[in-house]
């Protein structure tokens, strides 16, 4: 699973970031990391982020996650 982390929210204290496994695409926030003098822990961050892709990538292999279905098409031409 490859992962993208954007930037930190400092309102929300969330990154955004983007999961990707094959061609299914999935995109949440996830709660940031900071440090014991309230400065924010990349790496820390990372790992986080690490450890919620192993629960995007179950929820993926479950159907829980998938890929969004196409509206149908309305016949109201």
Do not use: W
């Amino acid at each position: 699973m490859e992962t993208k982390i954007g930037t930190l929210n400092t309102e929300t204290h969330t990154v955004p970031v983007t999961f990707t496994q094959g061609d299914l695409v999935y995109s949440r926030d996830v709660n940031a990391c900071f440090d014991v003098g309230g400065d924010y822990d990349e790496a820390a961050t990372k790992e986080r982020v690490e450890q919620v892709g192993r629960g995007v990538a179950q929820k993926i292999s479950l159907g829980v996650i998938a890929r969004e279905k196409p509206a149908p098409e309305s016949d109201d031409a």
